[in-house]
């Protein structure tokens, strides 16, 4: 596996000068060169003219693929050189460079980039329909691993982030009415949890860090979406219900130990559960009660 080193590289304004006077040196060079052995007359030209004229046309030739050898990086990005296929160092630091003519360069993006999937229609733990999509913020990390571990980076976060929430919506009922079992619906922040750790998984071998990821779309398929609803009601009804029984049981309790406890009528086992039956009627009807008042004795 090879690990990513940063490469030092030569300013590139103080090279545009030295090279650009080189030139200028050169052709002046030449032109001397050429100029001498024009003074000399035809079959008289003197050997160092000669190779005058041929060391300047050569240190041209150097010249004009040294000035291949300019780059540039806008800030948050990245050049990965090679050098005939051998990995060489990547250069991050923003600005004008130059490096070895030879080098191949390839750039990348190091910027954070938002990808939102689809929706995509998937069956939660229950096999119930459910349309999900979902935004993943993401940015590249390790150049080496982006560059020669993966073919194309941005379209394997793309494909990788769809499967990693088909498998998220296969993991977790839609809704749910107990208090400790998570949900798409209700556990936002813990699914997009599982969500972003499933997805570093799956990205770290491209060399991808996610920063967030989350659901922006949770919705039943169309198909099922009325059924769902009224199921959604119903099972909030009788949970409402039971809350409300339970409380309910626990006021009758309380109201027969206070009782008991300070004596203020006695009852027995009939008057008892008489009383109870009217507080659970009370307490548990959905509409108020009326009351009636009884003007007689105790059991009367």
Same mark, same amino acid.
């Given at each position: 596996?090879?690990?990513?080193?940063?490469?030092?590289?030569?300013? =590139?304004?103080?090279?545009?000068?030295?090279?650009?006077?080189?030139?200028?040196?050169?052709?002046?060079?030449?032109?001397?060169?050429?100029? #001498?052995?024009?003074?000399?007359?035809?079959?008289?030209?003197?050997?160092?003219?000669?190779?005058? *004229?041929?060391?300047?046309?050569?240190?041209?030739?150097?010249?004009?693929?040294?000035?291949?050898?300019?780059?540039?990086?806008?800030?948050?990005?990245?050049?990965?050189?090679?050098?005939?296929?051998?990995?060489? =160092?990547?250069?991050?630091?923003?600005?004008?460079?130059? $490096?070895?003519?030879?080098?191949?360069?390839?750039?990348?993006?190091?910027?954070?980039?938002?990808?939102?999937?689809?929706?995509?229609?998937?069956?939660?733990?229950?096999?119930?329909?459910?349309?999900? $999509?979902?935004?993943?913020?993401?940015?590249?990390?390790?150049?080496?691993? $982006?560059?020669?571990?993966?073919?194309?980076?941005?379209?394997?976060?793309? *494909?990788?982030?769809?499967?990693?929430?088909?498998?998220?919506?296969?993991?977790?009922?839609? +809704?749910?009415? $107990?208090?400790?079992?998570?949900?798409?619906?209700?556990?936002? +922040?813990?699914?997009?949890? #599982?969500?972003?750790?499933?997805?570093?998984?799956?990205?770290?071998?491209?060399?991808? *860090?996610?920063?967030?990821?989350?659901?922006?779309?949770?919705?039943?398929?169309?198909?099922?979406?009325?059924?769902?609803?009224?199921?959604?009601?119903?099972?909030?009804?009788?949970?409402?219900?039971?809350? *409300?029984?339970?409380? #309910?049981?626990?006021?009758?309790?309380?109201?027969?130990?206070?009782?008991?406890?300070?004596?203020?009528?006695?009852?027995? +086992?009939?008057?008892? !559960? !008489?009383?109870?039956?009217?507080?659970?009627?009370?307490?548990?009807?959905?509409?108020?009660?009326?009351?009636?008042?009884?003007? =007689?004795?105790?059991?009367?």
């Amino acid at each position: 596996m090879i690990s990513e080193f940063q490469r030092r590289t030569i300013g =590139g304004w103080g090279m545009l000068v030295g090279l650009f006077a080189v030139t200028i040196a050169d052709g002046y060079g030449g032109f001397y060169f050429a100029r #001498a052995a024009d003074a000399a007359g035809p079959g008289a030209t003197p050997a160092g003219a000669i190779s005058g *004229i041929v060391l300047t046309i050569l240190a041209l030739i150097v010249l004009l693929i040294c000035w291949g050898g300019f780059f540039t990086l806008q800030p948050n990005e990245a050049a990965v050189l090679l050098l005939f296929g051998a990995y060489k =160092g990547t250069v991050r630091e923003a600005g004008f460079h130059w $490096a070895c003519p030879f080098y191949q360069k390839h750039k990348l993006s190091l910027r954070t980039r938002n990808f939102n999937t689809e929706k995509l229609k998937v069956n939660d733990q229950r096999g119930n329909p459910t349309e999900i $999509a979902a935004i993943v913020v993401w940015r590249v990390q390790n150049t080496v691993q $982006a560059v020669f571990d993966i073919d194309d980076y941005s379209n394997y976060v793309h *494909i990788q982030s769809e499967a990693a929430v088909r498998h998220l919506a296969s993991r977790y009922p839609y +809704d749910t009415t $107990a208090d400790n079992e998570l949900s798409l619906r209700g556990s936002m +922040d813990e699914v997009s949890r #599982a969500l972003q750790m499933e997805l570093e998984e799956r990205l770290s071998k491209a060399g991808v *860090i996610v920063e967030e990821a989350r659901l922006s779309h949770l919705a039943y398929a169309p198909e099922i979406a009325g059924a769902m609803l009224r199921r959604q009601q119903a099972e909030a009804i009788i949970a409402a219900r039971k809350r *409300i029984v339970e409380g #309910a049981v626990g006021m009758v309790e309380m109201a027969l130990e206070k009782l008991e406890e300070k004596k203020t009528v006695l009852l027995d +086992d009939e008057r008892k !559960a !008489a009383m109870v039956s009217n507080l659970l009627v009370v307490l548990c009807g959905e509409q108020a009660a009326q009351p009636v008042v009884n003007a =007689g004795t105790l059991y009367s």
